[in-house]
């Protein structure tokens, strides 16, 4: 999937994209969860505290 798709599908803007892919933009719960969605894949939580995927 290419930048702009992704930025059509998500409303997050290309250059937040960008920045996100060359670690220079921080990937929030609410970024995370709308890429979750549109890339089909499950939000985990990373730090074993039990807690379930976000909703």
Known sequence: ???????DATGIPTR???EMENG???IGKVMAKRL???LASGI????????LPLT
Do not use: D, N, R, Y
């Open 24 to 26: 220079k933009h921080l």
């Open 36 to 38: 979750g969605e549109v």
């Open 44 to 51: 985990k939580c990373s730090c074993k505290c039990g807690e």
């Open 16 to 18: 937040h994209i960008s």
């Open 1 to 7: 999937m290419t930048q702009v798709a992704l930025t």
